[in-house]
């Protein structure tokens, strides 16, 4: 019996830690993704040009990257759980308080998010390296599917919901702090198997990234194929209703366009993962995740019409394929969950800063050439650098975390 209640609590808390897995991971596009198709309702009312439209999803990227340095030691001070169970806390008061007030309170609750999906960020791939180390492909699919899924969602029925009787953009925008407060609850419902094991993950404060780790060129491709990789969807999230509106599409209708666009990564989020893990290297995959994005932009651009559907699916399935292979990346070039945070530290801090340029630079842009031509032919260049860098990331070796050692093959 006693047996039988132990065995019971040790599924109970993994049950648990999955559930935690799945909300957390929901939380890390959503309350972003939801914004976009939000614009066209809240722009006049707020009085905001498109600089400071830019900006509002600028902010987040920006925050990921300046925080995401700090995410290791706190970590390390507090244990992970403990880390995101605060982060979740804030996640719900920044996604509930930004839409309160005027322009200034939505940019104040959007750094609030951005600082707390940073810490999911970081400490995601750790975590499962470390609780399922043998499951580490199909557990960074299953997380890489919720976060998609509930981005492309998100983006899907937030006008909708703004649509019904009684509720409008704000409400729209609010309506995702429920999945932080979910998580929130899960975590907590988790502490008493905290405090029976008292194990802390990154309980070295000094995880932060060595100085060995910058002169890795393996470590620089990562870096910036993981910032890269951001910047278009982000920027593509951020501008991709006005694009769909200049082309003759509704506001409703633009809100699914970017939806199905999201679509298109949930299969491959899931599957890209599972097949790098199998792989001797994934320098293909690396190399086909930038040409898909290049040819899924590039049909955007010129086409007009319905089929249009085709070329953003084809962007989706380059988005999921970067995507998972750059949070792959970090478990596969490292050598144990410590390496893998160092890693994710410096990626995101130094990525996430890139990626802030793309929204903000790409609207400015339009704005002086008075079209979109341009802002694409960036995002086409970006990925073909994406395809160049995946081809030096996917590389059969093990990056050194002390400055007198070669790099292993795996």
Same mark, same amino acid.
């Given at each position: 019996?006693?047996?039988s209640?132990?065995?019971?609590?040790?599924r109970?808390?993994?049950?648990l830690?999955?559930l935690?897995?799945?909300?957390?991971?929901?939380?890390? +596009?959503s309350?972003?993704?939801?914004?976009?198709? !939000?614009?066209?309702?809240?722009r006049g009312e @707020?009085?905001?040009?498109?600089?400071?439209?830019?900006?509002v999803?600028t902010?987040?990227?920006?925050?990921?990257?300046?925080?995401s340095?700090?995410?290791? +030691?706190?970590s390390?001070?507090?244990g992970?759980?403990?880390?995101?169970?605060?982060?979740m806390v804030?996640?719900?008061?920044?996604?509930f308080? +930004?839409?309160n007030?005027?322009?200034e309170?939505?940019l104040?609750g959007t750094?609030?998010?951005? =600082?707390?999906?940073?810490v999911g960020?970081?400490l995601?791939p750790? !975590?499962?390296?470390s609780t399922?180390?043998y499951?580490?492909?199909?557990?960074?699919?299953?997380y890489s599917?919720?976060m998609?899924?509930?981005?492309a !969602?998100?983006? &899907?029925?937030?006008?909708?919901?703004?649509?019904?009787?009684?509720?409008?953009?704000?409400?729209?925008?609010?309506?995702?702090s429920?999945?932080?407060? %979910?998580?929130?609850?899960v975590? !907590?419902?988790?502490?008493?198997?905290? +405090?029976?094991s008292?194990?802390k993950v990154?309980?070295?404060?000094?995880?932060?990234?060595?100085?060995?780790?910058f002169?890795s060129?393996?470590a620089?491709?990562?870096?910036?194929?993981?910032?890269?990789?951001?910047?278009?969807p982000?920027?593509?999230?951020?501008?991709l209703?006005?694009?769909?509106?200049?082309?003759g599409?509704?506001?409703?209708?633009?809100?699914?366009?970017?939806?199905?666009?999201q679509i298109?990564?949930?299969?491959?989020?899931?599957?890209?993962?599972?097949? %790098?893990?199998?792989?001797?290297?994934q320098?293909?995959?690396?190399?086909?995740a930038?040409? @898909?994005?290049f040819?899924?932009? @590039?049909?955007?651009?010129?086409?007009?019409?319905h089929?249009i559907?085709?070329f953003?699916?084809?962007?989706?399935?380059?988005a999921?394929?970067?995507f998972?292979l750059?949070?792959?990346?970090?478990?596969?070039?490292?050598?144990?969950?410590?390496?893998?945070?160092?890693?994710s530290?410096?990626?995101?801090?130094?990525?996430?800063i890139?990626?802030?340029?793309g929204?903000?630079f790409?609207?400015?842009? %339009?704005?002086?050439? &008075? &079209?979109w031509?341009?802002?694409?032919?960036?995002? =086409?260049?970006? %990925?073909?650098?994406?395809?160049?860098?995946?081809?030096?990331?996917?590389?059969?070796e093990?990056?050194?975390?002390e400055?007198?050692k070669?790099?292993?093959?795996?």
């Amino acid at each position: 019996m006693h047996l039988s209640k132990k065995s019971f609590a040790k599924r109970y808390y993994i049950v648990l830690l999955l559930l935690a897995i799945l909300l957390i991971a929901a939380t890390l +596009r959503s309350p972003i993704t939801s914004v976009g198709p !939000l614009i066209p309702l809240f722009r006049g009312e @707020l009085e905001a040009s498109n600089a400071m439209i830019g900006l509002v999803n600028t902010l987040p990227l920006l925050a990921f990257g300046l925080f995401s340095p700090f995410v290791p +030691r706190i970590s390390g001070k507090l244990g992970m759980e403990i880390t995101l169970l605060i982060a979740m806390v804030f996640l719900s008061i920044g996604v509930f308080i +930004r839409a309160n007030g005027g322009m200034e309170l939505l940019l104040f609750g959007t750094i609030l998010t951005g =600082m707390a999906i940073a810490v999911g960020n970081i400490l995601m791939p750790g !975590l499962i390296k470390s609780t399922f180390p043998y499951r580490m492909g199909l557990m960074t699919g299953i997380y890489s599917v919720s976060m998609n899924a509930f981005g492309a !969602l998100a983006s &899907g029925i937030s006008v909708p919901i703004a649509s019904i009787s009684g509720f409008d953009w704000r409400h729209a925008m609010q309506i995702w702090s429920l999945l932080s407060a %979910a998580a929130v609850v899960v975590l !907590l419902l988790r502490l008493p198997a905290r +405090r029976s094991s008292g194990k802390k993950v990154f309980v070295d404060v000094k995880s932060q990234p060595s100085k060995a780790i910058f002169k890795s060129k393996i470590a620089w491709a990562v870096t910036f194929f993981m910032g890269l990789q951001s910047l278009i969807p982000y920027s593509l999230f951020t501008w991709l209703p006005d694009i769909f509106i200049s082309k003759g599409f509704g506001e409703s209708e633009a809100g699914w366009l970017i939806a199905i666009y999201q679509i298109g990564l949930i299969p491959t989020t899931f599957i890209a993962p599972i097949i %790098a893990g199998r792989m001797q290297n994934q320098r293909l995959l690396g190399c086909s995740a930038g040409l @898909l994005f290049f040819f899924g932009l @590039l049909g955007t651009l010129f086409t007009s019409s319905h089929l249009i559907i085709v070329f953003l699916v084809l962007t989706g399935v380059g988005a999921g394929t970067a995507f998972s292979l750059a949070m792959m990346f970090f478990v596969l070039r490292t050598n144990s969950a410590m390496e893998s945070a160092q890693l994710s530290g410096m990626a995101q801090s130094v990525g996430y800063i890139v990626a802030s340029t793309g929204p903000l630079f790409l609207g400015t842009i %339009a704005d002086k050439t &008075g &079209g979109w031509t341009v802002p694409f032919i960036i995002l =086409m260049t970006a %990925a073909l650098i994406i395809a160049f860098l995946g081809t030096i990331s996917g590389k059969n070796e093990k990056i050194s975390f002390e400055s007198n050692k070669e790099p292993a093959t795996k």
